[in-house]
T-cell receptor
Framework: DAMVIQNPRYQVTQFGKPVTLSCSQT?????MYWYQQKSSQAPKLLFH???????NEADTPDNFQSRRPNTSFCFLDIRSPGLGDAAMYLC????????????FGQGTRLTVV | AQSVSQHNHHVILSEAASLELGCNYS??????LFWYVQYPGQHLQLLLK??????LVKGIKGFEAEFIKSKFSFNLRKPSVQWSDTAEYFC???????????FGKGTRLSVIA
C-alpha cells in the first residue's frame, strides 16, 4: 500500500497560472518535505515541516509556498509558475527521534506551457 | 553545509558484471548515510542505510555499501548486476539531529544483456 501519495502524478499548467500540488501520508510521520528535482540533478529541498513548524530553505524562491493543515496532508503552491519551474516535485516524510529514514511519494511532474 | 558527490553520471554494465558506485560527503561530523534507488517511472525507494555499528551494511536485492569514515565515503556495491537493476541511484546524507537529507546528483545505471 502506498504510504506517501502525491496528486496528481502529472500536472500541466500555464505560465503564470497558480498551481497546487498535494501530498498525503498514512505513516503519521511528523516531518514532511518538498523537494524539486530537475532532469539529471539531485533532489533539492524547498522546505519542510516539523509538525506545524515551517522551515524554508534560504534559496527557495518566494514563488513557492506550502501549507500543512494537518499531520497527513501537505500542499505545495506555486503562485506564478515560470518555465524554469518545470520539474519533478517530490514529497517525503520522516519521523523524528528514531533510526528512521525518509519515505518518498511517486512525485508530480509539472510542465509549464 | 553538507554536500554529496557521486562520481559517475552514467554507468553501463553487462549483466553479471560487478558494480561499484562512488559517494563522498563533505562534512565530517556524525552522519546517517543512505542509498536510494529510483526505477523508471517509480518513486525513490530506500536501498540501504547506515546509522552506526558495522560499517559494511547490506541492503535489499544483494546490494551492500561500506562506510569509510576516514575517506568520507559510502560506496555502493553489488557483485553481479541484473537487467532489473537498471535505475537511478542516489546517495544521501543526513547530519545528526534529523536534519533533511542532502542528495547527490545521482548515477544512472544501465544494465545490458
Amino acid at each position: 500500500d502506498a504510504m506517501v501519495i502525491q496528486n496528481p502524478r502529472y500536472q500541466v499548467t500555464q505560465f503564470g497560472k497558480p498551481v497546487t500540488l498535494s501530498c498525503s501520508q498514512t505513516l503519521n510521520h511528523n516531518v514532511m518535505y518538498w523537494y524539486q528535482q530537475k532532469s539529471s540533478q539531485a533532489p533539492k529541498l524547498l522546505f519542510h515541516y516539523y509538525d506545524k513548524d515551517f522551515n524554508n530553505e534560504a534559496d527557495t524562491p518566494d514563488n513557492f509556498q506550502s501549507r500543512r493543515p494537518n499531520t497527513s496532508f501537505c500542499f505545495l503552491d506555486i503562485r506564478s509558475p515560470g518555465l524554469g519551474d518545470a520539474a519533478m516535485y517530490l514529497c517525503a516524510t520522516s519521523r523524528v527521534g528514531g533510526a528512521d529514514w525518509s519515505f518518498f511519494g511517486q512525485g508530480t511532474r509539472l510542465t509549464v506551457v | 553545509a553538507q554536500s554529496v558527490s557521486q562520481h559517475n553520471h552514467h554507468v553501463i554494465l553487462s549483466e553479471a558484471a560487478s558494480l561499484e558506485l562512488g559517494c563522498n560527503y563533505s562534512y565530517g561530523g556524525t552522519v546517517n548515510l543512505f542509498w536510494y534507488v529510483q526505477y523508471p517511472g517509480q518513486h525513490l525507494q530506500l536501498l540501504l542505510k547506515y546509522f552506526s555499528g558495522d560499517p559494511l551494511v547490506k541492503g535489499i536485492k544483494g546490494f551492500e555499501a561500506e562506510f569509510i569514515k576516514s575517506k568520507f565515503s559510502f560506496n555502493l556495491r553489488k557483485p553481479s548486476v541484473q537487467w532489473s537493476d537498471t535505475a537511478e541511484y542516489f546517495c544521501a546524507v543526513r547530519d545528526k539531529g534529523n536534519t533533511p537529507l542532502v542528495f547527490g546528483k545521482g548515477t544512472r545505471l544501465s544494465v545490458i544483456a
